[in-house]
């Protein structure tokens, strides 16, 4: 019977010819992620008594949550990171200046290749489904039971398929596909599956925009999520990867639990917004009426790469943030930072009022660099609104593209970028 | 779980609705905490400080479809723990939270029927092995989701760094226990 991707990889991983959903396997790990949970990770290895991590070469850990370090608490947890490290030679570490956020960072140093089994202590660790590996989240508990051993028990899951063809209306991206199919499909629409996306609309998207709908996947409950390993993927991979690359694809006969189509020109006709306080309370642009906004957030895991800065530049050049907003844009890694410096994006989002945060989490997490005040209002390019994620629990957090996060800087309330460009293109960037 | 037993008892403390996310039920803020017991401080501090301030050992956390969703942070089932919930019974969990707090001991029980026949402050007996819930204020019974033998052996260690310190450490290269 034929496989789906996500029962191929776990397959390979626990040696079994073929597996089908529901059924239990134990798997091999290629890589385990931490960021500066690595702590709490830590500190479980140690309470279990063990010495050493079962392969110092498999562990990658990027701080990227608290950096730099806003308080003497996080300062004393980075050091014990540090000091845990260079005892067990882990020979993968992003410390403060080095990387940037760690789903970033993990694909462009090389560490991700299609076929994988990744475990991350980060949810959004399904990312990387984007590059073909099999990539979930788990607890910091867990995670030393993987340090111990370099291997986890999972579940098969069952798969859904998302089929997108047509052409994306101008400003329109891959943030409100996926916007939209989480308000189809809902918070726990996902639960426990992997998620392969795919069709002609996502295999002529940028890599960087393929890693939105997977990073994204998470909030509607995926395990795991998966776009086409082909040859754009392969183009991205080839100067980073030393190791050989292969193809890998879902069996034609493979089963799925459902089927899901949709046409991203019929389907979605303005940009898409999730609402407080939940990610799946979608609304298209125009049905929310005005909404002023105090703070705007470009940046994190889901939209903090070259082609959102690229875009929200386009937004606001030769214009200024709006008197009443504060526009914060973080670039998701040091190397997105040089590369928006060198193209002239960050000239012109400082120029148009814009501050720059360094890279990492910044306030996605509700830690620093961007709180909101109770009574504030905030559109962001992240991927949670929950209550109090970004400050005050009476506060009021927006989800929304990075070309509407940009514009709504300039409107000062929630805008559609088509009422500030007249030059008219599409913002998704096609590889 | 104290001595592994299959049942335990509390009280309904809260009875809660649908995605009740992580930052709801341990607020981003407080992330750098990595003391599992000092969690229990910030349990609901946004959301339901009310839950906090009452909570008693053992008492029950009740609610509705994909109860912890949202970040894999591991502090949410800690802080459940250690401000002394017995159990959270839900129609559903999201996946990482319900591993998480399976790992750290903490019973996670799933039974879309139980939520309509509670309310606050009933007595619960809760029968893991047999996948029963019992009313003992009301004297109705629900049926919950058999529990997966690995998820029953974690709980009777009291979670995965116990089961392992007894189990495994001898011989590092078994493999982990978890379950989902």
Known sequence: MGMTLAEKILARASGCECVAPDQVVVARVDLALSHENADLVRKSFLEIGVDRVWDPSKIVIVFDHRVPAESEKTAATHKAVREFVAAQGIEHFYDVGRGGICHQVLPEEGHVRPGMVIVGTDSHTTTHGAFGAFATGIGATEMAGVWMVGSLWFKVPSTLRIEVEGEFRPWISAKDLILHIIGRLGAAGADYRAVEFDGPAIRRMSVASRMVLTNLAMEMGAKVAFTPVDEILLDYLRPRVAEKLEMIAPD???????????????????????????????????????????????????????????????????????????????????????????????????????????????????????????????????????????????????????????????????????????????????? | MPGGSL??????????????????????????????????????????????????????????????????????????????????????????????????GLPAVVSPDAAPLCSLADELEIDLGAGEIHNLTNGRTSPSAALDPRAVELLAAGGLVPYLKRKYINSRRETCPSTE
């Open chain 1, 252 to 431: 034609a006969d493979a089963r799925y639990e459902r089927a899901i189509a949709i046409d991203a020109g019929e389907d979605l006709w303005e940009p898409q917004i999730a609402c407080p306080h939940s990610v799946d309370r979608v609304q298209p642009l125009s049905a929310l009426g005005d909404v002023p906004v105090h703070q705007a957030v470009l940046g994190s895991c889901t939209n903090g790469r070259l082609e959102d800065l690229e875009v929200a530049a386009r937004v606001v050049a030769g214009r200024t943030v709006h008197p009443r907003t504060r526009l914060i844009v973080i670039p998701a890694s040091q190397q997105i930072y040089r590369e928006a410096m060198r193209l002239g994006f960050i000239e012109t989002l400082v120029a148009a009022g814009a501050i720059i945060n360094p890279p990492g989490c910044g306030p996605c997490v509700g830690v620093h660099q961007g709180i909101l005040a109770a009574g504030e209002t905030c559109v962001s390019s992240t991927n949670r609104n929950f209550l109090g994620r970004m400050g005050s629990k009476d506060s009021l957090l927006y989800l929304a593209s990075p070309a509407v996060v940009a514009a709504s800087a300039i409107a000062g309330q929630l805008a559609h970028p088509v009422s500030l460009v007249k030059q008219s293109e599409p913002c998704l960037v096609e590889a």
């Open chain 2, 7 to 104: 049942t335990l008892r509390g009280r309904v403390r809260a009875l809660l609705g649908d995605d009740i996310d992580t930052d709801m039920i341990y607020p981003g803020r407080y992330l750098n905490i990595t003391d599992r017991e000092k969690t229990a401080a910030h349990l609901f501090e946004l959301a339901y400080p009310e839950i906090r301030a009452a909570i008693q050992p053992g008492d029950v956390i009740v609610a509705g479809k994909n109860f912890g969703c949202g970040s894999s942070r591991e502090q949410a089932a800690a802080a459940l723990k250690f401000a002394g919930a017995g159990a959270v019974i839900a129609a559903s969990f999201a996946r990482i939270f319900f591993r998480n707090a399976i790992n750290l």
